[in-house]
């Protein structure tokens, strides 16, 4: 049995939707289950609630009683438009939350709706599963005021019209995974609903409503490219979801759990790191119990294959919020592959063992000054003793980069501090000077980086958190924090969730850089017209009150110049990153392509999945920054020559812009 719901998609604000310009009807479900329930829609108890349910009254009124005026609102020519073959659908792979078509196939939101309104049209628009709150005002509706609505015309297009974003409808459960469903889930925005209002729906012990509830939060929040709200709102709601309703919903949940893992292998793995995220927030409310046992058959897998890649990183992800002995008692005694190593320092100078090493007797000297308070002169005169592996004893030229003085400095600071993030950051903050004169050159910036993985490699988290610090405070910059998570060292870390996180956090920081120095120049170039538009009164100081003012516009012109320059040399800057990343992602890429083609083997690897999905996350997660530096990318890196694989990510995301 097909459920309809009428919707109105709103106009204006997301916390206020006055106007109401543009509806439609449209059929929310297909088969037994919700599919497309977006949170921007107004449903019919919200509508009620903001006293619009003259529009939701109107709707089925017009379906009663006026059919052919219905019928020409689905006219020829939208039919045409929406059966058109030749209409492009070259973005969906990339908003797809699942690669495969079963066990339910990925439509696009159109084709959906469209369909099932040629459902309805076929049923001669009778649909008798909504709720009609306004049978009890009919005798006063008969006798109001009729009105005729003036035609509207759709505006044209513009070059800087902002247009909804394409969806992909996701589904999770069919007819087989619960009861018959005979009325409609309403769920309106989650901002104006609590969990507990959520659950008092009037139909509730007619429809399995929990299947419905848990199918749509997880649909938002794998909504590409984002979810319409930050991960840990739906994360909080359905915490509060299982403890209003202990006895059933957990059941659901777990169920909708084991399905999501079981589809792990054809789901995209920008989806796949929120579940993961949602799922170690999940357990650690409620004690992390869970029946690992159930999820066994990964062990037996390749480590780099999506089920035992998950429960690695869920546990990584726990572990955050735990303790690391917390997790080893948590899981079974056959899960130690993938129980993430203790989280402690790698200190290669650690004890007399270590001796042999050619920066060991520099590091007991700079760790006993450290220790005495020596300043960074003097600490800087002892790393000038530093014996150079990259310097020839007879080479009498300039001194070239030194990796070993790196090597001791930083290896011994960072165990110094390794008790907490806060020492941590105050020995960087304290030895920042010392760590600049270190980094000034790119090989330095890179050797940095390699040194913090070296020493926290058990600690993904310290990692991250200490290339955010240094980023700040310009130790290093973002294009060496790409290359370096590109480079042959991190070769082995590449499908790592932390490394993507790392990526994307120092690509955000790029951007606010940007947006920073351009809102100053805004600011001054505003600032600089209204000084200009004021006029002196009149006065006998007229004369000196308009020699200031110009010595005030000239300050703020000299200002806006060093700001122009600013923003120009931080947007060369944020393109290179850009250039960079997408440089590597390339050849990557390229190199697995021709290895595979060399040895006749399938391209369609566990890694090549990864790679290339991330290659897509990039694009989508920051496309609007993108967008800019179009041309180039298409000048070059992503010309015809390109192989088709890689250039079809690339096409994807141009045909999302159109």
Same mark, same amino acid.
């Given at each position: 049995?097909?459920?309809?719901?009428?919707?109105?998609?709103?106009?204006?604000? !997301?916390?206020?939707?006055?106007?109401?310009?543009?509806?439609?009807?449209?059929?929310?479900?297909?088969?037994?289950?919700?599919?497309?329930?977006?949170?921007?829609?107004?449903?019919?108890?919200?509508?009620?609630?903001?006293?619009?349910?003259?529009?939701? #009254?109107?709707?089925?009124?017009?379906?009663?009683?006026?059919?052919?005026?219905?019928?020409?609102?689905?006219?020829?020519?939208?039919?045409?438009?929406?059966?058109?073959?030749?209409?492009?659908?070259?973005?969906?792979?990339?908003?797809?939350?699942?690669?495969?078509?079963?066990?339910?196939?990925?439509?696009?939101?159109?084709?959906?709706?469209?369909?099932?309104?040629?459902?309805?049209?076929?049923?001669?628009?009778?649909?008798?599963?909504?709720?009609?709150?306004?049978?009890?005002?009919?005798?006063?509706?008969?006798?109001?005021?009729?009105?005729?609505?003036?035609?509207?015309?759709?505006? /044209?297009?513009?070059?800087?019209?902002?247009?909804?974003?394409?969806?992909?409808?996701?589904?999770?459960?069919?007819?087989?995974?619960?009861?018959?469903?005979?009325?409609?889930?309403?769920?309106?925005?989650?901002? $104006?609903?609590?969990?507990?209002?959520?659950?008092?729906?009037?139909?509730? $012990?007619?429809?399995?409503? $929990?299947?419905?509830?848990?199918?749509?939060?997880?649909?938002?929040?794998?909504?590409?490219?984002?979810?319409? !709200?930050?991960?840990?709102?739906?994360?909080?709601?359905?915490?509060?979801?299982?403890?209003?309703?202990?006895?059933?919903?957990?059941?659901?949940?777990?169920?909708?759990?084991?399905?999501?893992?079981?589809?792990?292998?054809?789901?995209?793995? #920008?989806?796949?790191?929120? @579940?993961?995220?949602?799922?170690?927030?999940?357990?650690?409310?409620?004690?992390?119990?869970?029946?690992?046992?159930? *999820?066994?058959?990964?062990?037996?897998?390749?480590?780099?294959?999506?089920?035992?890649?998950?429960?690695?990183?869920?546990?990584?992800?726990?572990?955050?919020?735990?303790?690391?002995?917390?997790?080893?008692?948590?899981?079974?005694?056959?899960?130690?592959?993938?129980?993430?190593?203790?989280?402690?320092?790698?200190?290669?100078?650690?004890?007399?063992?270590?001796? @042999?090493?050619?920066?060991?007797?520099?590091?007991?000297?700079?760790?006993?000054?450290?220790?005495?308070?020596?300043? $960074?002169?003097?600490?800087?005169?002892?790393?000038?003793?530093?014996?150079?592996?990259?310097?020839?004893?007879?080479?009498?030229?300039?001194?070239?980069?030194?990796?070993?003085?790196?090597?001791?400095?930083?290896?011994?600071?960072?165990?110094?501090?390794?008790?907490?993030?806060?020492?941590?950051?105050?020995?960087?903050?304290?030895?920042?000077?010392?760590?600049?004169?270190?980094?000034?050159?790119?090989?330095?910036?890179? !050797?940095?980086?390699?040194?913090?993985?070296?020493? *926290?490699?058990?600690?993904?988290?310290?990692?991250?958190? @200490?290339?955010?610090?240094?980023?700040?405070?310009?130790?290093?910059?973002?294009?060496?924090?790409?290359?370096?998570?590109?480079?042959?060292?991190?070769?082995?870390?590449?499908?790592?969730?932390?490394?993507?996180?790392?990526?994307?956090?120092?690509?955000?920081?790029?951007?606010?850089?940007?947006?920073?120095?351009?809102?100053?120049?805004?600011?001054?170039?505003?600032?600089?017209?209204?000084?200009?538009?004021?006029?002196?009164?009149?006065?006998?100081?007229?004369?000196?009150?308009?020699?200031?003012?110009?010595?005030?516009?000239?300050?703020?012109?000299?200002?806006?110049?060093?700001?122009?320059?600013?923003?120009?040399?931080?947007?060369?800057?944020?393109?290179?990153?850009?250039?960079?990343?997408?440089?590597?992602?390339?050849?990557?890429?390229?190199?697995?392509?021709?290895?595979?083609?060399?040895?006749?083997?399938?391209?369609?690897?566990?890694?090549?999945?990864?790679?290339?999905?991330?290659?897509?996350?990039?694009?989508?997660? !920051?496309?609007?920054?993108?967008?800019?530096?179009? /041309?180039?990318?298409?000048?070059?890196?992503?010309?015809?020559?390109?192989?088709?694989?890689?250039?079809?990510?690339?096409?994807?995301?141009?045909?999302?812009?159109?």
């Amino acid at each position: 049995m097909n459920i309809f719901c009428f919707v109105l998609v709103k106009s204006g604000t !997301h916390k206020e939707p006055c106007a109401l310009s543009i509806w439609t009807s449209a059929l929310c479900v297909r088969g037994h289950f919700m599919s497309f329930i977006p949170t921007s829609l107004l449903l019919c108890t919200f509508l009620i609630k903001c006293k619009k349910i003259y529009m939701y #009254t109107f709707f089925f009124k017009m379906m009663e009683k006026s059919l052919t005026l219905l019928s020409k609102i689905f006219s020829r020519k939208v039919s045409l438009f929406l059966l058109n073959k030749r209409r492009s659908k070259t973005h969906l792979p990339m908003l797809q939350v699942w690669t495969a078509e079963k066990p339910h196939p990925q439509e696009e939101y159109l084709d959906c709706l469209w369909a099932q309104i040629q459902k309805l049209k076929k049923d001669r628009w009778q649909e008798r599963h909504i709720l009609r709150p306004y049978i009890a005002f009919d005798s006063v509706l008969c006798e109001a005021l009729q009105h005729n609505l003036p035609p509207f015309t759709p505006p /044209g297009h513009m070059p800087d019209a902002e247009y909804p974003m394409p969806r992909v409808i996701f589904r999770m459960f069919d007819y087989t995974d619960a009861p018959e469903i005979r009325y409609p889930l309403f769920v309106p925005h989650w901002g $104006n609903l609590h969990a507990a209002q959520l659950l008092s729906y009037p139909g509730k $012990n007619k429809i399995p409503l $929990n299947y419905h509830i848990v199918e749509v939060i997880f649909g938002e929040l794998f909504q590409l490219p984002s979810p319409p !709200h930050i991960d840990v709102m739906y994360t909080s709601l359905l915490i509060e979801l299982c403890k209003l309703q202990p006895g059933s919903l957990p059941q659901v949940l777990a169920q909708a759990t084991e399905m999501l893992y079981m589809r792990l292998d054809t789901m995209n793995t #920008t989806c796949i790191d929120r @579940l993961i995220n949602w799922f170690s927030h999940h357990l650690s409310n409620f004690q992390f119990r869970w029946s690992w046992d159930d *999820w066994a058959d990964c062990l037996t897998l390749d480590l780099e294959k999506p089920k035992p890649k998950f429960v690695k990183e869920v546990l990584e992800k726990c572990m955050r919020l735990s303790y690391h002995q917390r997790i080893v008692e948590i899981v079974p005694p056959t899960f130690a592959a993938l129980i993430p190593a203790e989280p402690v320092f790698i200190y290669k100078y650690a004890d007399e063992s270590a001796s @042999l090493l050619p920066g060991y007797a520099m590091s007991v000297t700079v760790c006993n000054a450290i220790k005495n308070r020596a300043s $960074n002169e003097e600490i800087l005169t002892i790393l000038k003793d530093v014996p150079n592996p990259n310097q020839d004893d007879d080479d009498d030229e300039g001194e070239s980069f030194n990796p070993l003085k790196v090597d001791v400095f930083l290896q011994t600071l960072l165990h110094l501090a390794a008790k907490s993030f806060s020492h941590s950051f105050s020995a960087l903050g304290k030895f920042h000077e010392i760590l600049k004169n270190l980094t000034e050159s790119d090989e330095g910036k890179l !050797h940095i980086l390699k040194v913090v993985y070296q020493a *926290w490699k058990n600690h993904p988290q310290m990692i991250a958190v @200490l290339v955010d610090k240094m980023i700040r405070t310009q130790i290093v910059d973002c294009a060496a924090v790409a290359n370096w998570l590109f480079s042959q060292d991190m070769a082995h870390e590449f499908t790592r969730l932390y490394i993507w996180e790392i990526l994307h956090s120092t690509i955000r920081k790029m951007n606010k850089h940007v947006q920073k120095i351009q809102k100053e120049l805004e600011e001054a170039k505003d600032k600089l017209e209204k000084q200009q538009n004021k006029r002196p009164r009149d006065s006998g100081d007229e004369e000196d009150m308009e020699k200031n003012s110009e010595d005030e516009e000239g300050q703020l012109e000299e200002q806006i110049d060093r700001l122009q320059e600013k923003v120009e040399s931080a947007q060369s800057e944020q393109k290179n990153l850009f250039l960079v990343i997408f440089q590597r992602f390339i050849m990557l890429l390229t190199e697995h392509l021709v290895r595979c083609e060399t040895g006749s083997v399938n391209v369609s690897t566990p890694w090549y999945k990864n790679c290339v999905e991330r290659l897509q996350q990039i694009f989508l997660m !920051h496309h609007v920054t993108i967008q800019q530096y179009m /041309g180039t990318l298409e000048n070059l890196l992503f010309t015809a020559e390109l192989d088709h694989h890689i250039l079809a990510v690339y096409q994807q995301f141009c045909a999302l812009q159109l």
